[in-house]
C-alpha cells in the first residue's frame, strides 16, 4: 500500500498558501492511489523541540543502555522518524521566513535526521538509509527568488532542502514554489495567484 507522509510548516492556517498547495497536492495523490494511505502532521501543532544536551545524549546512546529518562525524551523523535521511513512520498509545505525554512520544520529535520536512524556512516562515509522515496516541496515565498531572479542568491530553502534530503538519501526530489505571495497582503487576487500554480499540481498527476 503506498503512504504519503503530509507534512505542513506554515503557522498561517486558511491564509497559508502553501497549505493550500499541499491540500491540492493530497487530494491528487488519494485520486491516483485510492488504496493509499496519507499521515499528516501539522508541525506548528506537533509540540516539537529544539535539541537539547540530553536529546543529543540519548540519540547517541545504544539502545539497550537508555534509560527510562531518555527514552521518554526520544519518544516524539522516535514517532516522527517512523513516519518518515513508512511513507514511500512526502508532501511537504513550508513558506519562506527569513531567506530559510521556518523553525518548526528545523526542528522537524533536527529529529528525524539521525545516525543510525536514517542515515549512517559505512566505511567512514555517510549513507542516507530512506533510499527509493521521492520528496515533493510545495513552498510560498513573499518575493520572487526563483532562477535568474535578482533575489536568487537569497533563497536558501531549495539548496537546504535538497541538501539535507539527499544526505538522508531521498534525491528524488521536486519543487514548486508560489513566488510573490506577498502580493496578496495589497489586494491582488488569491484565486487568480494560485491557480498557475494548483494547475500545475493537477497536470503533473495527469500526466503520471
Known amino acids: 500500500?503506498?503512504?504519503?507522509?503530509?507534512?505542513?510548516?506554515?503557522?498561517?492556517?486558511?491564509?497559508?498558501?502553501?497549505?493550500?498547495?499541499?491540500?491540492?497536492?493530497?487530494?491528487?495523490?488519494?485520486?491516483?492511489?485510492?488504496?493509499?494511505?496519507?499521515?499528516?502532521?501539522?508541525?506548528?501543532?506537533?509540540?516539537l523541540t529544539s535539541l537539547t544536551a540530553p536529546?543529543?545524549?540519548?540519540?547517541f546512546t545504544p539502545k539497550e543502555s537508555r534509560t527510562?529518562?531518555?527514552?521518554?525524551?526520544?519518544?516524539?523523535?522516535?514517532?516522527?522518524?517512523?513516519?518518515?521511513?513508512?511513507?514511500?512520498?512526502?508532501?511537504?509545505?513550508?513558506?519562506?521566513?527569513?531567506?530559510g525554512v521556518p523553525s518548526v520544520l528545523k526542528q522537524w529535520i533536527d529529529l528525524v535526521v539521525r545516525a543510525g536512524e536514517t542515515f549512517a556512516y559505512i566505511d567512514g562515509a555517510p549513507q542516507g538509509l530512506l533510499k527509493g522515496k521521492k520528496a515533493h516541496f510545495l513552498l510560498a515565498t513573499g518575493g520572487v527568488y526563483g532562477a535568474g531572479s535578482a533575489m536568487e542568491?537569497?533563497?536558501?530553502?531549495?539548496?537546504?532542502?535538497?541538501?539535507i534530503f539527499g544526505f538522508v538519501g531521498v534525491t528524488d526530489t521536486n519543487f514548486q514554489t508560489a513566488g510573490g505571495a506577498a502580493s496578496l497582503n495589497y489586494g491582488a487576487d488569491r484565486e487568480a495567484f494560485l491557480l498557475p500554480h494548483v494547475e500545475a499540481i493537477r497536470a503533473k498527476f495527469a500526466v503520471n
Open 153 to 163: 542568491s537569497f533563497n536558501f530553502v531549495e539548496p537546504y532542502l535538497r541538501t
Open 68 to 99: 527510562p529518562e531518555q527514552n521518554q525524551l526520544l519518544a516524539l523523535s522516535d514517532s516522527l522518524v517512523a513516519e518518515i521511513k513508512e511513507a514511500d512520498e512526502y508532501a511537504i509545505g513550508a513558506p519562506m521566513h527569513n531567506f
Open 1 to 47: 500500500m503506498p503512504t504519503l507522509l503530509h507534512l505542513d510548516a506554515s503557522p498561517l492556517g486558511e491564509a497559508s498558501v502553501s497549505r493550500h498547495l499541499t491540500s491540492e497536492f493530497v487530494k491528487n495523490w488519494k485520486k491516483a492511489n485510492p488504496e493509499g494511505k496519507v499521515i499528516t502532521r501539522d508541525l506548528t501543532t506537533s509540540g
Open 55 to 59: 536529546l543529543i545524549g540519548a540519540f
